[in-house]
């Protein structure tokens, strides 16, 4: 089993930054990828950054390219997601998602089999 904790939202204003962090314990090694996704009120969780653990590939939708960054820190057990120049549609909750079997697209949310609580990111004008 393993479980996810996110941390790092808050309210802040379009063109400032925001770090999150979403530790993972418990069977920590049979982690292959993890991602983060974001759902806006009545709206659908939608990819947003993903990255291959021990692969270090990292995947990012096209609205935020440019802008986020996410890393992964394996001492930690810890992937960062680093936001940039946040606009008002990068409003929403962020949960961070890990894969411990087989997949094909890390922007599938069922190719997740576990995730984290999420954490608030607001953005006003």
């Known amino acids: 089993q393993v479980t996810l904790v996110e941390s790092g939202g808050g309210s802040v204003q379009a063109g400032e930054s925001l770090r999150l962090s979403c530790t993972a314990s418990g069977s920590t090694d049979r982690i292959n990828l993890m991602a983060w996704f974001r759902q806006a009120p009545e709206k659908e969780r939608e990819p947003v950054a993903g990255i291959l653990i021990g692969v270090g590939s990292t995947y990012y939708a096209a609205s935020v390219k440019g802008r986020f960054n996410i890393s992964h820190e394996h001492a930690k057990n810890t992937i960062y997601l680093q936001m940039d120049s946040l606009k008002p549609e990068d409003t929403g909750v962020y949960y961070c998602?890990?894969?411990?079997?087989?997949?094909?697209?890390?922007?599938?949310?069922?190719?997740?089999?576990?995730w984290g609580q999420g954490t608030q990111v607001t953005v006003s004008t």
């Open positions: 998602g890990a894969r411990t079997g087989n997949g094909y697209s890390w922007v599938w949310p069922r190719e997740y089999n576990h």
